[in-house]
């Protein structure tokens, strides 16, 4: 009999070990599904950020692209407002500052400066014997020509069809006559096919003084000395001040 109940009590420990185990077996196989759904939450949660982050970088990426790029427009689009699109030299706005920046400085330092108006001698001649092709190309010669003349810190540019504006800073009077005959050497050599017509221009020349207070009296001077050096046969320039 009590061998009986010595079976009977191991059967049930056994059982009950077994029942143990298995819901041992049982929480440790949800530990490990809770540990891969964490592990699985993870890299979720890291893919998500790598992707958050590479979306990032690629719209920041795109930002500066796109501000590279408008300021380039930009950049283009000021200098094109600034240039003589046939030229490449300022046109008349982009001259006219520089030479308003010459005249105040000038009003306040009383510095040497020649503001001076030059036109191409029988230009329209040119333009209706040879075609306006043929003007462009003069016109091109000739801003290379004084480009290359002046200096570094003088102003140079097209105010309107064959007419220009040069601006020579920190100059003597004596000295404009060096520039002109450089500049007039260099255009008598430009050579056009089946064009016969020495390319000359004449040049009139504004020395502001201290009684001046606007640019533009000073620019109808120089207009006027421009009307006074054709009138002297062209092919030359004229110099005037304020005393005449």
Request: charged share 30%; net charge negative; aromatic share 8%.
């Amino acid at each position: 009999m009590e061998n009986q109940k010595t079976k009977e009590i191991r059967e049930m420990q056994g059982q009950f070990d077994n029942r143990l185990k298995e819901q041992e077996n049982e929480i440790l196989k949800q530990q490990n599904e809770l540990q891969r759904l964490k592990i699985s939450k993870q890299k979720s949660q890291a893919l998500i950020y790598i992707i958050g982050s590479g979306g990032l970088i690629v719209t920041v990426i795109f930002l500066v692209m796109f501000w590279r790029r408008e300021k380039q427009v930009r950049k283009k689009f000021t200098e094109l407002a600034m240039v003589d699109e046939l030229t490449g030299v300022a046109n008349r706005r982009s001259i006219v500052q520089q030479a308003e920046i010459e005249f105040k400085r000038f009003v306040r330092s009383q510095t040497k400066v020649a503001f001076c108006i030059l036109d191409l001698d029988f230009f329209k001649k040119i333009n209706d014997t040879y075609g306006h092709d043929v003007g462009d190309v003069v016109l091109i010669e000739f801003a290379k020509i004084v480009t290359g003349v002046i200096r570094e810190h003088d102003a140079f540019g097209r105010i309107g069809g064959e007419e220009w504006l040069l601006v020579l800073s920190q100059i003597e009077e004596e000295n404009i006559n060096i520039v002109f005959e450089r500049i007039s050497e260099l255009s008598r050599d430009i050579t056009l096919p089946n064009v016969e017509q020495k390319i000359t221009f004449s040049m009139g020349v504004s020395l502001p003084s201290p009684e001046d207070n606007e640019l533009e009296v000073v620019l109808k001077r120089a207009d006027q000395a421009l009307y006074n050096a054709k009138e002297n046969g062209r092919n030359c320039f004229y110099v005037q001040t304020n005393d005449e």
